[in-house]
């Protein structure tokens, strides 16, 4: 299996402050076919099902508000939250959707400072 | 508008059989690039992804859980249903269907609700 790790496990940031969260997986989910990067960062917040923010490493959902965003390649990548709102207070999860079982992170809370 | 809700029994016993079913409206099963996974989350802790159906009935299983697990759909409900033998209490969780779009897929687009499920004697 591919092994998803995250870091922190939680952080505190000011409102309108930026967060930063680590994702990192065992082997490259970059596919060479399409060069595509199959991670995923999704949010979940308390009581609700995730809800998904990005695939394709960088690629928002539609809908998702462009202070989301991710970034990196091949087994290290970042999701970033500019400019955090109350409403951004979640816990955060990357899978990788490279190869099954497509493996999630252990998460990431988000609270306000 | 694409919903998935699952339904099935909130309480098991230990070594009862659970089956549990997603039932999901504005799409189907028959088309390409779709299909239906099954994820669940432990009380305070992390998802983890259980299996997958796609529209041409190929199916995905966690390599940990596949002896236990059997995934499969009706397309004429519009339902997909897993079963899982064998129950623990460690099994107790929320349990999440999910439309899985893309061919390859890449990601978990909608969601359901959830259901609850404890395993308890």
């Known amino acids: 299996d591919v092994v998803m790790t995250q870091s922190p496990h939680s952080l505190a940031v000011s409102l309108g402050e930026r967060a930063t969260i680590n994702c990192k997986s065992s082997?490259?989910?970059?596919?060479?076919?399409?060069?595509?990067?199959?991670l995923v960062w999704y949010q979940q917040k308390p009581g609700q099902p995730p809800k998904l923010l990005i695939y394709w490493a960088s690629t928002r959902e539609s809908g998702v508000p462009d202070r989301f965003s991710g970034s990196g390649s091949g087994t290290d990548f970042t999701l970033t939250i500019t400019s955090l709102q109350a409403e951004d207070v979640a816990v955060y999860y990357c899978q990788q959707y490279y190869t099954t079982p497509f493996t999630f992170g252990p998460g990431t809370k988000v609270d306000i400072k | 508008q694409i919903t998935l809700k699952e339904s099935g029994p909130t309480l098991v016993k230990p070594t009862q059989t659970l089956t549990l079913t997603c039932t999901f409206s504005?799409?189907?099963?028959?088309?390409?690039?779709?299909?239906v996974a099954w994820i669940r989350q432990p009380p305070g802790k992390a998802l983890e992804w259980l299996a997958l159906i796609f529209w041409g009935d190929d199916k995905r299983y966690s390599p940990s859980l596949e002896s236990r697990v059997t995934i499969t759909k009706d397309t004429s409900k519009n339902q997909v249903v897993l079963t899982m033998t064998n129950m623990d209490p460690v099994d107790t969780a929320t349990y999440y269907c999910?439309?899985?779009?893309?061919?390859?897929?890449?990601?978990?687009?909608?969601w359901g609700q959830g259901t609850t499920v404890t395993v308890s004697s």
């Open positions: 082997q490259s989910v970059l596919s060479s076919s399409n060069n595509k990067n199959y």
């Open positions: 999910a439309h899985s779009t893309g061919n390859p897929p890449y990601g978990m687009d909608v």
């Open positions: 504005g799409f189907s099963l028959t088309s390409g690039a779709v299909g």
